[in-house]
């Protein structure tokens, strides 16, 4: 009689282990369907889809943890530009921020800024540089590096030493360019 019970458990064992895998299923896919939206650097959608996930699944603790840490994310992500920019260091530290965060479109934008505020300085040019040639443009950053240099002579000392340009310290160009710094 035991057995027979035991086996008339069984597929309501199974419905129910259905259940909970299909519930996860749906957790993980509303999830990953915010973390989309971030990854695309869509805050306000990130941030929506993620306050849906918290609500709704509140009993997913290690994913809702996640879901509070990238929507504290977008929420900061919204405030990081409130300063007002104004002078040349203000565009030009906001700039070196953002080469060094990979955003190299929007350190660009903000070098530009700096050098129509100052635009004898060389130190800008070899940044603006700088960007083009991690965005993969080297003739551009060449032509920067050397109205940089013409510029500012020590700038050619600053690139000689700059660990981040070992890839082209070896060109003919590099050489000539910083040849008499």
Same mark, same amino acid.
């Given at each position: ?7 008339? %458990?069984?597929?309501? #064992?199974?419905?129910?282990? $259905?259940?909970?895998? /299909?519930? !996860? @299923? ?50 900061? %992500?919204?405030?990081? #530009?409130?300063?007002?920019? $104004?002078?040349?260091? /203000?565009? !030009? @530290? ?88």
């Amino acid at each position: 009689m035991r057995a027979e019970l035991r086996e008339l %458990k069984l597929p309501a #064992d199974k419905d129910k282990d $259905k259940a909970k895998k /299909d519930l !996860y @299923e749906q957790t993980l896919a509303a999830f990953e369907l915010a973390a989309k939206a971030f990854r695309r650097d869509d805050c306000q959608k990130a941030s929506e889809l993620f306050e849906g996930f918290i609500e709704k699944y509140p009993g997913e603790r290690e994913l809702v943890d996640r879901a509070r840490i990238y929507l504290a994310i977008c929420r900061d %992500k919204g405030k990081k #530009d409130t300063i007002p920019l $104004k002078e040349f260091e /203000d565009f !030009y @530290e906001l700039g070196v921020y953002r080469m060094n965060q990979g955003e190299f479109d929007e350190a660009l934008k903000l070098f530009q800024k700096a050098q129509d505020k100052e635009p004898d300085s060389g130190k800008i040019l070899y940044l603006i540089g700088k960007v083009h040639l991690k965005l993969g443009q080297p003739e551009k950053f060449f032509e920067n590096l050397k109205s940089a240099v013409q510029k500012d002579k020590f700038v050619g000392v600053l690139a000689q030493n700059d660990p981040e340009l070992e890839d082209v310290k070896d060109e003919k160009k590099f050489k000539i360019i910083t040849k008499f710094a």
